[in-house]
């Protein structure tokens, strides 16, 4: 196992930097749901502006689908047979792909 991935192989946990990274890049998309909201409170907001922000905001969080899901295959899907659950995890990846945007 490499020195980036010293957690035991038994531990299906999302790594720390992937908590992190996705903990940052939520409360980015927190802010950006607020200032939304914000806009909505205006009656004169305009249509375009709304729907760039939602964007912006769907962007966010498909990265943080993308970034937790690439580390479950890394960490979790690759390993499998070593822990003798391929069937298992194969079953749970394919539940996890219906979550893809």
Same mark, same amino acid.
């Given at each position: 196992?490499?020195? $980036?991935?010293?957690?035991?192989? &038994?531990? #299906?946990? #999302?790594? %720390? $930097?992937?908590? +992190?990274?996705? $903990?940052?890049?939520?409360? *980015? =998309?927190?802010?950006?749901l ?6 909505? /409170? %205006? ?5 375009? %502006?709304?729907? @760039? +922000?939602? @964007?912006?905001? +769907?962007? =966010?969080? =498909?990265?943080? &689908?993308? @970034?937790?899901? !690439? *580390?479950?295959?890394r %960490?979790?899907?690759?390993?499998? *047979? /070593? !822990?003798g659950?391929t069937?298992?995890?194969v &079953? /749970?990846l394919?539940? $996890?792909? @219906?979550? +893809?945007?």
């Amino acid at each position: 196992m490499t020195e $980036a991935h010293t957690h035991d192989i &038994n531990c #299906l946990h #999302l790594d %720390d $930097a992937t908590r +992190q990274d996705a $903990a940052l890049r939520l409360k *980015s =998309a927190k802010g950006h749901l607020e200032g939304i909201l914000r806009m909505l /409170e %205006d009656p004169e907001v305009y249509c375009v %502006d709304v729907l @760039k +922000q939602v @964007k912006a905001v +769907q962007g =966010a969080l =498909a990265k943080v &689908n993308d @970034k937790v899901l !690439r *580390s479950h295959i890394r %960490d979790h899907v690759t390993t499998a *047979s /070593e !822990r003798g659950d391929t069937e298992a995890i194969v &079953n /749970e990846l394919m539940e $996890a792909l @219906k979550y +893809q945007f």
